[in-house]
Each structure stands twice: as structure tokens, then as C-alpha cells.
């Protein structure tokens, strides 16, 4: 996964929908659509909850 102004990490699965990331304290949860795609994720640091959703 990239973000913009990041360098890129690998996300390794806890689940089939939930993932973490080795070298940093985060887990990244994608949400389906009823089309069964992800629609948004919840990104988990730190305590906090932030939501991205899909722009295309």
C-alpha cells in the first residue's frame, strides 16, 4: 500500500478482510459493497479509527 508523501509498506492478512502492517502499529480493515467491492477501509493507529472511501 502507498500514500502519498509515505514511502510504500506491505499489508500482511490477520483476516480475509483485516490486514497489519510489520513494521508499524496499524491495521487496515477494507469493507465490501454488496457488489462485494471494497468500498472503503478503516485504518486502526494509535487508537484511532479513520475511514477512507473510494473515489473511483
Given at each position: 500500500m502507498?500514500?502519498?508523501?509515505?514511502?510504500p509498506?506491505?499489508l500482511?492478512?490477520?483476516?480475509?478482510?483485516?490486514y497489519?502492517?510489520?513494521?508499524?502499529?496499524?491495521?487496515i480493515?477494507f469493507?465490501?459493497d454488496?457488489?462485494q467491492?471494497?468500498a472503503?477501509?478503516?485504518?486502526?493507529q494509535?487508537?484511532?479509527?479513520e475511514t477512507?472511501?473510494?473515489?473511483?
Amino acid at each position: 500500500m502507498k500514500i502519498d508523501g509515505q514511502t510504500p509498506f506491505e499489508l500482511f492478512p490477520l483476516t480475509e478482510t483485516r490486514y497489519f502492517v510489520r513494521a508499524l502499529p496499524v491495521e487496515i480493515e477494507f469493507a465490501a459493497d454488496k457488489e462485494q467491492t471494497a468500498a472503503h477501509f478503516v485504518l486502526f493507529q494509535d487508537g484511532r479509527e479513520e475511514t477512507a472511501v473510494r473515489l473511483n
